[in-house]
């Protein structure tokens, strides 16, 4: 279910397991659905965000997706349990409230830890 929801345009995709048998996809209306490519079909669509997913990264030695929007929350979804494990964004009055964020990127293999945003206001900002 889910894919009438999915009228809207792909604005990020990304693998979302180590072998690429699922695909993540973003939309302009903040859902993020996977795909199985297997079948191909749809396994999930959910809205996490409530504007635009600038960013989609995979992170699949903990099974999760990490998003973020204009909406300025950044989301890990667990891949497995089909849940929100962490939702967040900047404190209120501190560098980044309410900047919307247009792209994501974890920190690689040595720094998988790390989520670094950058924000429509130029600013790179590391979580």
Do not use: M
Request: with cysteine.
């Amino acid at each position: 279910g889910g894919a009438s929801h999915l009228d809207g345009p792909a604005s990020r995709l990304c693998p979302a397991t180590s072998d690429h048998s699922l695909l993540a996809s973003g939309d302009e209306r903040g859902f993020v659905a996977l795909w199985d490519l297997r079948g191909p079909q749809l396994e999930l669509a959910v809205r996490l965000h409530e504007s635009r997913v600038t960013g989609l990264q995979g992170d699949w030695e903990r099974q999760r997706l990490v998003s973020t929007s204009r909406d300025t929350y950044i989301i890990l979804y667990d891949t497995q349990q089909r849940q929100v494990v962490e939702r967040g964004l900047p404190a209120s009055c501190s560098c980044g409230s309410g900047v919307p964020n247009t792209v994501l990127a974890l920190g690689g293999e040595q720094q998988r830890h790390l989520i670094l945003v950058g924000g429509a206001d130029g600013k790179l900002r590391v979580w």
